[in-house]
């Protein structure tokens, strides 16, 4: 049975949560017959690596680690990301580094169906999946208005399946959220980083005060 196929028939009716998750809870990649297949250039379709937003340049980096199915990572790239976008990020004073933590298996999907293409579309469809989590989230069938905000971000509707299909990416993913949650000690979504120390709760006011604090010991 096809990945999606099997996702569709558990959502069927069911509203999404966000489930708790501790940091041994590792995504197995091998579920619904995804492959563990050895990573290989040939291999590697879809966008594979962190999701970075700003120039190389920037002297400060923070790592997001977020899941498409979390209230609290929708809220963080509706109202705090543009607020550090703007102000830091399209600046060339911030790199922003997104990581996919994901905490079930629909948002193991549709972590895969944002990084089908390249870097480009993945950055439209995580930063649309989440800041639209109020259009699909909870939704009886959320699958269909998911198809339709990818098409408008440029994913057509007859890959957005498709997508889903890749098992190399899959099984490089799942690993990588393993190895996070082990090395990292990530226990929950979001977990904002800023020099490894997490900036906890992420507001705003929090972000932007250590940020000009940071900046400060810099000149």
């Not at 997104?98 to 193991?108: A, E, H, Y």
């Amino acid at each position: 049975m096809k990945v999606f196929t099997a996702i569709k028939s558990l959502m069927a009716g069911v509203a999404l949560v966000s489930l708790p998750v501790m940091a041994q809870d590792v995504v197995d990649p091998a579920i619904n017959g995804l492959s563990t297949a050895v990573e290989s250039e040939k291999e590697k379709t879809g966008y594979w690596g962190d999701i970075v937003y700003g120039s190389p340049d920037a002297k400060i980096e923070i790592v997001e680690y977020a899941s498409l199915t979390c209230s609290h990572c929708g809220q963080f790239a509706s109202e705090v990301f543009p607020k550090l976008k703007e102000k830091y990020i399209d600046t060339g004073k911030v790199r922003l580094r997104f990581r996919n933590f994901m905490l079930n298996q629909f948002d193991f999907a549709l972590t895969i169906v944002s990084r089908c293409k390249d870097e480009d579309l993945a950055k439209k469809l995580t930063h649309a999946f989440l800041s639209k989590q109020s259009v699909w989230l909870g939704q009886e069938n959320p699958v269909v208005v998911l198809e339709g905000l990818a098409a408008m971000e440029g994913l057509p509707l007859g890959e957005f399946d498709k997508c889903i299909e890749n098992n190399e990416l899959a099984a490089h993913i799942g690993a990588k959220r393993g190895e996070w949650a082990t090395n990292e000690n990530i226990e929950h979504t979001p977990t904002i980083k800023l020099d490894g120390i997490e900036l906890a709760p992420p507001t705003w006011i929090k972000i932007d005060t250590a940020l000009e604090m940071k900046l400060a010991t810099l000149k």
